[in-house]
């Protein structure tokens, strides 16, 4: 059975930090592309920050560069979103994806709230 489950999420000031974790199971996490994508009340969901299979490479939304760092622990099955500098605009449901060709899994989600 695919899982995905996010934890991490929270209540944080303005400029504040958090961390995500995504856990995965029952696929090879070390094949899929992971993402991490997020959902503000109202809006579209948006693609924040994904990393290949193997680590080497990750790109990020205009946004949240130079703020936000994505990782993964291939050993660990985990991908991890480093959230830095948080403001406002971040508030979100945040969602991780595994990625590999035309198969897809989505996580259930963790909320992040910035507010003061």
């Known amino acids: 059975q695919v899982q995905l489950v996010e934890s991490g999420g929270g209540l944080v000031q303005p400029g504040g930090s958090l961390r995500l974790s995504c856990v995965a199971s029952?696929?090879?996490?070390?094949?899929?592309?992971m993402s991490w994508y997020r959902q503000a009340p109202g809006k579209e969901r948006e693609l924040v920050a994904l990393?290949?299979?193997?680590?080497?490479?990750?790109n990020y939304t205009d946004s949240v560069k130079g703020r936000f760092t994505i990782s993964r622990d291939n050993a660990k099955n985990t991908v991890y979103l480093q959230m830095n500098s948080l403001k406002p605009e971040d508030t979100a449901m945040y969602y991780c994806?595994?990625?590999?060709?035309?198969?897809?899994?989505w996580g259930q989600g963790t909320q992040v709230t910035v507010s003061s």
């Open positions: 994806k595994a990625t590999w060709g035309n198969s897809y899994y």
């Open positions: 029952g696929f090879t996490f070390s094949s899929y592309v």
């Open positions: 990393i290949s299979s193997a680590g080497t490479r990750s």
